[in-house]
């Protein structure tokens, strides 16, 4: 069955590779986006005819009305993402990532479905040693997850929509993000041969960012079985501390080098170990390993630089 789907910030990080695939499988597919970071990121989508682009703000209720009129499907992508991008603009944050969701759930009709990104940094910190499991209690430590836990809450009263609680996600994408903790980490390796960690022994899960395509694609084809339910959507294998992750990228780097500071802190303060057996029940299994997403990022970050001063 095909839809007609509405990605808003469609040319971000995940849109970027979820749109394309949304259209190779006969969606017809309409982006909102505000192109906040001059990104071109869906030009090699523009020829499809199922393909509509508009270049606009999420909060603008006027224009959300006419967008979502004719739409089967909802995926509201478009967000200020990060603990850190949040903290520099909260007032932003609240709006883009709080009120235009809650504006936006008030507009859908009971019969459109919403298929939405939320973050298991929800977890906050968790207890030593046990899993988070959707049942655990969510304790947010910064305004990105506080928002998220909200419109969480919020989406699932309305209903007839399903919640993904993402991981850290990392690897390639068309509109790259460089600041993710896995993708800095290797951009480090591959650029610094070097890297300082603050509190290595915090743990997290990692998920690509190519099974967030697919979990959500997952999600569109099993709807009716999955709908009104959070899940999380991470590497079972990848619960890692900081520490752990760099010993996987020496693997790939063998002259990397990793030590702990010894003053100082990490402002992030997440530290948790996250199952995923709800959503693999559902016959959804990553395909993308963490190291296979290493290796991808070394070859993207032998294409990129992130730097726009300097001779070398």
């Known amino acids: ?13 995940l849109g ?10 006969g969606h017809k597919v309409t982006v909102l986006d505000n192109f906040m970071f001059k990104q071109h990121s869906l030009g090699s989508v523009c020829a499809d005819p199922n393909f509509s682009v ?13 967008l979502i009129k004719d739409k089967d499907v909802v995926i509201p992508l478009a967000a200020l993402v990060g603990a850190p991008l949040c903290a520099m603009d909260p007032i932003g944050a609240t709006t883009t990532n709080l ?13 459109q479905r919403v298929l939405m990104p939320i973050t298991n940094s929800g977890y906050g910190v968790g207890e030593k040693g046990k899993f988070c499991t959707e049942e655990t209690p969510l304790r947010p430590i910064s305004l990105y997850g506080v928002h998220k836990v909200e419109v969480e809450q919020a989406l699932l009263e309305r209903g007839n929509a399903i919640s993904f609680r993402l991981a850290t996600v990392f690897g390639m ?3 790259m993000r460089i600041d993710l903790l896995v993708n800095d980490f290797v951009y480090r390796a591959v650029t610094d041969r070097a890297v300082v960690l603050f509190e290595p022994h915090f743990k997290r899960n990692y998920i690509h960012v190519r099974d967030v395509t697919r979990a959500f694609m997952h999600g569109l084809n099993n709807f009716e079985s ?13 619960n890692l501390s900081k520490w752990e992750l760099c010993q996987v990228i020496q693997k790939h780097i063998p002259k990397f080098v990793f030590v702990e500071a010894p003053i100082g802190e990490d402002p992030d303060k997440r530290d948790y170990i996250v199952s995923n057996e709800k959503i693999e029940k559902t016959g959804f299994k990553p395909a993308h390993s963490l190291d296979l997403g290493i290796a991808d990022l070394m070859k993207g970050f032998t294409m990129i630089k992130n730097s726009i001063y300097g001779n070398v």
């Open 226 to 238: 999955m709908k009104n339910q959070p899940y999380n959507v991470g590497l079972s294998d990848a």
């Open 1 to 13: 069955m095909t839809y007609n789907i509405l990605v808003t910030g469609g040319a971000g990080y």
């Open 173 to 175: 994408a068309p509109r």
């Open 99 to 111: 009120d235009a969701q809650k504006m936006l759930f008030k507009m859908l009709s009971p019969n």
């Open 54 to 66: 508009v270049k606009g703000d999420c909060r603008d209720e006027k224009l959300m009305a006419g």
């Open 16 to 25: 970027s590779i979820m749109v394309p695939e949304l259209l190779a499988a």
